[in-house]
């Protein structure tokens, strides 16, 4: 997804099973150029081409930087985090998938479309008023 986001670039069909998100990301990483920075929750701490938030150490706290520099990266990735919850709408991408298994990401793929086209009419309304 682009930053705020205004809109799905990739879209990941996961595999049967459970997989961590940073294993997900390990394995599709090849996709991407190598210079390129994302940014993740705290799941992603520890790898170098992901910006995430500062944990809280035992029996600590974290200086008040390091909770405004958490505040803006959670600003930043917000909108993201509402474009996944609009794609979780269609119940597709949060329940079980009650359809033969071949046919999941093909659903999933016209869910994010669905979605897209739901974000470019959006975007065209609000140039035109």
């Avoid at 910006?51 to 390091?66: A, D, G, V, W």
């Avoid at 033969?100 to 659903?107: E, F, G, L, T």
């Amino acid at each position: 997804m682009l930053p705020n986001g205004e809109d799905i670039v990739d879209v990941h069909i996961g595999q049967l099973g459970k997989t961590s998100d940073i294993n997900l990301f390990r394995e599709t990483r090849v996709k991407f150029d190598s210079k390129q920075k994302f940014i993740g929750d705290k799941a992603y701490i520890g790898e170098s081409t992901i910006i995430t938030p500062y944990k809280k150490p035992r029996k600590k706290e974290i200086s008040e930087l390091q909770k405004q520099e958490n505040q803006q990266l959670s600003y930043r990735r917000i909108g993201v985090e509402h474009l996944i919850g609009k794609v979780k709408i269609f119940r597709v991408a949060r329940e079980k998938f009650r359809l033969a298994r071949h046919k999941y990401s093909q659903v999933l793929k016209a869910v994010c479309g669905l979605v897209r086209l739901r974000l470019n009419c959006l975007v065209l309304l609000t140039i035109s008023t």
